[in-house]
Nanobody
Framework: QVQLVESGGGLVQAGVSLRLSCAAS????????MGWFRQALGKEREFVAT????????YYADSVKGRFTISRDNAENTVYLQMNSLNVEDTAVYYC???????????????WGQGTQVTVSS
């Protein structure tokens, strides 16, 4: 069982950066792949980024590639999402998720956090 708590969301202006954190409970965090997803109002939850257990493999959605960076600190049981050059289209609730293997679909993840709101104003 893994419990996840996201933080770091907020209201920002377009063009700035924001870093989200996801703190995980449990002693087996380092054995899980982690993912970030987002859900805008009225839209389906969509994949953003994923990272394998060691941090040696990462994969991004085309919409965020080159702007967002996923990373993890297994000693701190935390995964991060560094978001640069934010734009209005990035406005959404951002969720972190955990699973035994990397995946790009919501069905590929067994554990989810409660989400953190990111709002980007123009």
């Amino acid at each position: 069982q893994v419990q996840l708590v996201e933080s770091g969301g907020g209201l920002v202006q377009a063009g700035v950066s924001l870093r989200l954190s996801c703190a995980a409970s449990g002693r087996t965090f380092s054995s899980y792949a982690m993912g970030w997803f987002r859900q805008a109002l009225g839209k389906e939850r969509e994949f953003v980024a994923t990272i394998n257990w060691s941090g040696g493999f990462t994969y991004y959605a085309d919409s965020v590639k080159g702007r967002f960076t996923i990373s993890r600190d297994n000693a701190e049981n935390t995964v991060y999402l560094q978001m640069n050059s934010l734009n209005v289209e990035d406005t959404a609730v951002y969720y972190c998720a955990a699973n035994r293997v990397v995946a790009t679909t919501t069905s590929g993840y067994a554990y989810w956090g409660q989400g953190t709101q990111v709002t980007v104003s123009s």
